[in-house]
């Protein structure tokens, strides 16, 4: 049954909308409406952005403790993992993630990142006395940054969102949060936690909305920060206007990231990793190793059991936990995919999947795969956000560190080997911000983000605290 919704959650409230135009939001495997809520307006941005600003100079909040504020991301962490099965069955529903996945990603990882936050808030130092050179002292403060606009895109809408309330409530920041009208149920949810949890009120507030309200938020005069994920373009957009605006921003961003298999790999390891490395959420996930680089000594062999093993996945009902791979968040994202697919055919050798599945209705493509991909190829370029892998043929071991190299982007990859030592050694080389030796799966206590295209600033770990705080120092001079 479809799950209306008639209000906003701005300043521990549940508060009418300033407009009625509405967000329908279609389930990706069937096409259908599953539920509805109000779009945000500008109105409703400037009421909670002020509501974030009381609650960041005025409210209970303010005066927190870095305990208090541990505890209170607890309470946050006990509200959601009590609703995980639901937030995971909205997010499957709403963009095709398998359940399965969703379990694990949507909900069990943000009650975890939850509770990280919440112990390093509890041991936040945040004021240290330094012995000046020049014969005083100076207290270094790291001082919360203010008032956070966090804009999130539909692929992992829970994860992405706690991935930046966790470390700047941490800091002890306030948030305004504008989740994608693809993925919007899901942060009704959320909200009904943050009540749950007690939060002092203006602490979190979402207004759901398109890109307009995303840019209003943005340049709104009353944001300190701005922590965006999504697309590239989206992001250089963003970055520009936070440029002219001196604000700092952090920008998680695309990715055409690299499977590196070694001669000396294990195969069927490689095989068991596909879904999880390089067909993540139908392959709708940022690090996803869209491009394996296969060395010239087991190309055949490599490219026949890749092709194999992706044939012989299960496409279906996201919700079926027997699924591996969904169907597309939108059909307009459908179409895009489905374009890079017609594009590979005129670029590479097809070796598996390639069409339609044969699904009564939601926006299914096959997995697919080609093989002689050159790395100059559109395909090899371009981030298509589907289950679509490239094979590219490699010579020695510095030509397969070259290639995975040569990207616009820089945020994921993956080394498949038996010697780790050897793995490790060609993953400090290749230019990414994370990498993974036989697997991949970002840790939570430690920094995740991209280079060059992929973004600025890293989420994930103790560093990400840091994007949530500034310096100030006091000179004590008499
Ligand atoms: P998108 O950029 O179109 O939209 C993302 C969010 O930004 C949405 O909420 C959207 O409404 C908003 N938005 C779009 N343009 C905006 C603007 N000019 N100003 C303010 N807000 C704006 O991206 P998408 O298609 O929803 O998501 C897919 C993209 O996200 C992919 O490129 C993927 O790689 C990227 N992504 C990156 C990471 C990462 O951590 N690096 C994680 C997940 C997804």
Redesign the pocket.
């Known amino acids: 049954m479809a799950t209306t919704h008639q209000k906003f959650f701005i300043d521990g409230q549940w508060v009418e909308p300033a407009s009625s135009s509405r967000i329908n939001v279609l389930g990706a495997a069937t096409g259908e409406s599953i539920g509805s809520c109000p779009e945000g307006a500008t109105a409703d941005i400037d009421r909670a952005v002020a509501a974030a600003r009381r609650a960041f100079k005025e409210s209970a909040w303010a005066s927190y403790t870095p305990a208090e504020r541990g505890a209170a991301l607890n309470r946050f962490a006990d509200a959601i993992e009590k609703r995980g099965a639901r937030l995971a069955q909205t997010v499957s529903m709403q963009n095709g993630m398998p359940i399965n996945v969703a379990d694990q990603l949507e909900s069990g990882f943000v009650v975890g990142v939850l509770r990280y936050y919440a112990a390093l808030a509890a041991g936040l130092v945040t004021e240290e006395t330094r012995p000046s050179p020049l014969g005083f002292n100076t207290f270094v403060r790291k001082e919360a940054i203010g008032v956070v606009g966090a804009?999130?895109?539909?692929?992992?809408p829970v994860a992405?969102s706690i991935m930046k309330i966790g470390p700047a409530l941490a800091a002890g920041c306030t948030m305004v949060l504008?989740?994608?009208?693809?993925t919007v149920l899901d942060s009704y949810i959320l909200a009904e936690a943050a009540e749950e949890a007690e939060l002092p009120p203006g602490v979190l507030n979402w207004v759901p909305?398109?890109?307009d309200?995303?840019?209003y938020?943005?340049s709104h005069p009353g944001i300190d920060k701005v922590a965006?994920?999504?697309?590239?373009?989206?992001?250089r957009?963003?970055a520009q206007e936070c440029g002219r605006l001196l604000r700092p921003v952090t920008l998680?961003?695309?990715?055409k990231s690299a499977a590196i298999i070694l001669e000396d790999a294990d195969l069927n390891a490689v095989l068991q990793g596909l879904p999880s490395t390089s067909l993540l959420n139908n392959g709708?996930?940022?690090?996803s190793c869209t491009r394996i680089l296969a060395p010239n000594s087991r190309y055949d062999e490599i490219v026949d059991a890749i092709a194999g093993s992706v044939s012989s996945l299960v496409v279906g009902d996201p919700l079926d936990r027997a699924t591996q791979i969904g169907p597309m968040a939108s059909s307009v994202?459908r179409t895009r995919v489905e374009g890079y697919i017609a594009k590979g055919k005129s670029e590479a050798r097809l070796v598996a999947g390639g069409g339609v599945p044969q699904q009564e209705r939601g926006w299914f493509v096959q997995p697919t795969v080609f093989a002689d991909v050159d790395n100059a190829a559109t395909i090899a370029r371009e981030?298509i956000?589907g289950p679509v892998l490239s094979i590219i043929r490699y010579g020695s071991e510095d030509d397969a560190v070259r290639i995975a190299s040569e990207s616009e982007y820089g945020?994921g990859g993956t080394i498949w080997s038996v010697d780790r030592d050897r793995a490790a050694s060609l993953a400090r080389r290749v230019e990414s911000g994370t990498v993974g030796i036989n697997g991949y799966l970002p840790d939570i206590n430690a920094p995740?983000?991209?280079i060059k295209a992929?973004?600025l600033g890293r989420?994930l770990g103790p560093e990400s605290i840091a994007a949530y705080q500034q310096y100030k120092s006091i000179y004590m001079l008499g």
């Open positions: 804009i999130v895109p539909w692929n992992f992405l504008k989740p994608s009208p693809e909305g398109g890109r309200v995303g840019a938020l943005v965006f994920t999504g697309s590239t373009n989206a992001g957009i963003i998680e961003l695309g990715g709708q996930a940022c690090f994202h981030e956000f945020l995740f983000g991209g992929s973004g989420e």
